[in-house]
Structures are given as structure tokens and as C-alpha cells.
């Protein structure tokens, strides 16, 4: 069962977004939260695997809670996915340096919720190749200069191959084909490439490749 908290300053959002994933056979709303801080005292307390966080909300914005959560080691198994009105959001490419899994826009289709939320619990980080490369490359941009490469000695040529493909926003699948391995293969050295790294996650991944300079804002797979 997938245990999911639901964080939103307006109840009628939270409303439809129970409904929906708790007419999943596998999906649990074990809590909703109207503001940031009281998602965090409930992430706290009850160890949701999946956090669905609306990045404006009053007292605590979703990002700072997201911050609060994802730097907390005994909340290391929590997955934050940021709710958004507008896909190219300013705050979602901070939240996701932050530690935030990935983001939905609040119109997504139903089917879509549903899937994001058992990918993310599966690992999968919740960004597209085309939202990969609008998102990630125009932040980027606006960012710092890459830093030096922290942390990418460590990695194997092919795992800094593979790093680089997970950058610009393939999947395990996609990789696999490039490099003509098998998929299984692929999400071990992507794996291998999050551990020696410390990313959380896949969107973390594709945000050290940006900062590190290893893929340049406006690359394409």
C-alpha cells in the first residue's frame, strides 16, 4: 500500500485529490495538511511515502517544508512531489535541488496522478524529457557557473555517460537502446551514479549533471 499526505491551502483541491487516489486499490491519504509547517509536524508523524506539496501555501511555502524534509535523515524514505499551477514554475527547479522527486501541474489528468504517484514510490523521477529539457536547462542557466566536477571523479566513464543521458532526459530504456545494454544495466549505473553522488533521486541526478557542467543547458538527447 502507498501511503500519501496530502499538503494544499485549498480543500477543495485536497478533496479531489483524496477521491481520486483513494479509489486506488494500492494508494492510501493517510493525512492532509493546509499550510507547510503542518506538513512537516505530519510527514514527522505519520512517514508518508509520498508527499503531494503545493509549492505556495501560508505560514511554511512548500519549498521550505520541502527543505525541512528532505533534510531530515530519519525522513530519508519520503518522496516530495511538488504541485504547481504553471509547469515552468521558477520554485520548482529549486525544490527539486532541494530534494523534491519531481513535479505535477494541478490540471494533470487523473491517470497521470495516479501513475506519478506509484513511479516515484518505484524511483522514477516525475520529469519528462521535454519538461527535462525546458525546466532543468532554463534554471540552469540562470544558475551559477557550473561547479568543478564534486564528486564525478568517482564515477566510471560509463557512469558519467550514463549521468550525462539521465541529464537530458532519457530513461533507463532510452539509455539502454543509446548504449545498446540492456535496461537493467542502464538503472544500475544510474543507481551506482545516485549512490557515490548522494543524490536522493533521479531529479537530483539531472541537476548535479547541469551544476557540474557534465550536460550544458540547451543540450538535447
Known sequence: MIRVLLADDQSLVRAGFRALLGAQADIEVIGEAADGD?????????????????????????????????????????????????????????????????????????????????????????????????????????SKEPAAADGLGELTDREREVMALVGIGLTNEEIARRLVVSPLTAKTHVSRAMVKLGARDRAQLVVRAYESGLVRPGWIG
Open 38 to 142: 503542518e506538513a512537516v509536524r505530519l510527514v514527522t508523524e505519520l512517514r508518508p511515502d509520498v508527499v503531494l506539496m503545493d509549492i505556495r501555501m501560508p505560514v511554511l511555502d512548500g519549498l521550505a517544508a520541502t527543505r525541512r524534509i528532505t533534510g531530515d535523515e530519519k525522513l530519508d524514505g519520503v518522496k516530495v512531489v511538488m504541485l504547481t499551477t504553471f509547469e515552468l514554475d521558477e520554485y520548482v527547479f529549486e525544490a527539486i535541488r532541494a530534494g523534491a522527486s519531481g513535479f505535477l501541474v494541478k490540471d494533470t489528468e487523473p491517470e497521470e496522478l495516479i501513475r506519478a504517484v506509484r513511479a516515484v514510490v518505484e524511483g522514477d523521477a516525475l520529469l519528462s524529457p521535454g519538461v527535462t529539457r525546458r525546466l532543468i536547462s532554463e534554471f540552469a542557466a540562470r
